[in-house]
């Protein structure tokens, strides 16, 4: 049997009067006439079927009933303001926001934002870098993409990379690696936060005489590539960062041993609560460019 609720205006008069201790003051913050909210709150008490406020000659004054009863109601609007809020609010009105690491923006985004910008319908969207893989605010972001498995409770996962990872360096230093072994010779340039990393490589390339923690470490690849390429060290490239570089040939890849990892790029929006509603487009534009990388590389 479905139980019966109080009117919400009735609630909302009664929240004022108590809030205030005034019939008057409430129908004045609600542009009502003091009687209306006088009405409203003896209609929730023949409801309740109890006294709410004392009523004073010049005053009123909470029952003990109304004074248990005012902070259930306070939090109830305060959770439907909130929830009002969360799929209705100001941010479906701005531009929708786009977080994303500081190096996948620059080398997988911002390449491919030319087949966005062609597109006629196309809304316009703000991209935030970052380095780490900071929670979620649904204050601040819209979409999020993070590196890892795919695995994110409380989020729709649409993953943007399948990745490979092989050492990449400058062509000066190509000529002097033939093995894995040879890194040993070499300054290894580590990228922080991800689970593969050289450890992964030289255990699959048999580079067993190599230090695998040793070296220079980034928090991010736009640091190691850079360094990599001014000759100073050999950087572990990821299919999905290093593309520019080697197309460039300011890196080259100096070993032919390619490993494929598990990890990778995933396109993170919430699975509860309002979708901004430029979120679809720009959503499926980034899962559609992942489509057409994983079908050149025939994954």
Same mark, same amino acid.
């Given at each position: 049997?479905?139980?019966?609720?109080?009117?919400?205006?009735?609630?909302?008069?009664?929240?004022?009067?108590?809030?205030?201790?005034?019939?008057?003051?409430?129908?004045?913050?609600?542009?009502?006439?003091?009687?209306?909210?006088?009405?409203?709150?003896?209609?929730?008490?023949?409801?309740?079927?109890?006294?709410?406020?004392?009523?004073?000659?010049?005053?009123?004054?909470?029952?003990?009933?109304?004074?248990?009863?005012?902070?259930?109601?306070?939090?109830?609007?305060?959770?439907?303001?909130?929830?009002?809020?969360?799929?209705?609010?100001?941010?479906? #009105?701005?531009? $929708?926001?786009? @977080?994303?690491?500081? %190096?996948?923006?620059?080398?997988?985004? &911002?390449? !491919? +934002?030319?087949?966005?910008?062609?597109?006629?319908?196309?809304?316009?969207?703000?991209?935030?870098?970052?380095?780490?893989?900071?929670?979620?605010?649904?204050? #601040?972001?819209? $979409?999020?993409? @993070?590196?890892?498995? %795919?695995?994110?409770?409380?989020?729709? &996962?649409? !993953? +943007?990379?399948?990745?490979?990872?092989?050492?990449?360096?400058?062509?000066?230093?190509?000529?002097?690696?033939?093995?894995?072994?040879?890194?040993?010779?070499? #300054?290894?340039?580590?990228?922080?936060?991800?689970?593969? %990393?050289?450890?992964?490589?030289?255990? &699959?390339?048999?580079?067993?005489?190599?230090?695998?923690?040793?070296?220079?470490?980034?928090?991010?690849?736009?640091?190691?590539?850079?360094?990599?390429?001014?000759?100073?060290?050999?950087?572990?490239?990821?299919?999905?960062?290093?593309?520019?570089?080697?197309?460039?040939?300011?890196?080259?890849?100096?070993?032919?041993?390619?490993?494929?990892?598990?990890?990778?790029?995933?396109?993170?929006?919430?699975?509860?609560?309002?979708?901004?509603?430029?979120?679809?487009?720009?959503?499926?534009?980034?899962?559609?460019?992942?489509?057409?990388?994983?079908?050149?590389?025939?994954?």
């Amino acid at each position: 049997m479905v139980q019966r609720l109080p009117s919400l205006s009735w609630l909302r008069a009664f929240e004022a009067a108590a809030r205030h201790l005034s019939f008057t003051h409430a129908a004045e913050e609600l542009f009502l006439t003091q009687a209306a909210i006088s009405k409203q709150v003896k209609l929730l008490e023949q409801f309740l079927r109890e006294p709410l406020f004392e009523r004073k000659p010049r005053s009123l004054v909470l029952t003990k009933v109304g004074a248990a009863y005012l902070p259930k109601v306070q939090d109830s609007f305060e959770r439907l303001r909130a929830g009002t809020q969360e799929v209705f609010g100001n941010r479906r #009105r701005e531009l $929708l926001t786009l @977080r994303a690491p500081v %190096g996948f923006s620059v080398n997988w985004i &911002a390449p !491919r +934002l030319a087949h966005y910008l062609e597109q006629a319908n196309g809304p316009p969207f703000r991209i935030i870098s970052t380095v780490w893989n900071e929670d979620f605010d649904k204050e #601040r972001f819209d $979409l999020d993409i @993070r590196y890892g498995t %795919g695995n994110w409770a409380g989020f729709r &996962a649409d !993953r +943007l990379s399948w990745e490979t990872v092989s050492p990449v360096c400058a062509p000066q230093m190509a000529a002097r690696l033939t093995d894995a072994n040879d890194l040993a010779a070499e #300054r290894l340039l580590h990228v922080m936060g991800y689970q593969d %990393g050289w450890a992964t490589w030289l255990a &699959a390339a048999g580079g067993l005489r190599v230090d695998a923690g040793a070296g220079l470490h980034f928090d991010n690849s736009l640091m190691a590539f850079a360094v990599a390429a001014q000759g100073q060290g050999v950087a572990l490239g990821r299919s999905s960062m290093v593309g520019a570089e080697l197309a460039s040939g300011r890196l080259v890849q100096p070993f032919s041993k390619v490993i494929t990892i598990d990890e990778a790029f995933y396109l993170l929006s919430p699975s509860s609560g309002g979708e901004h509603p430029d979120a679809a487009p720009v959503r499926d534009w980034l899962v559609a460019e992942a489509a057409l990388v994983a079908a050149l590389a025939q994954i």
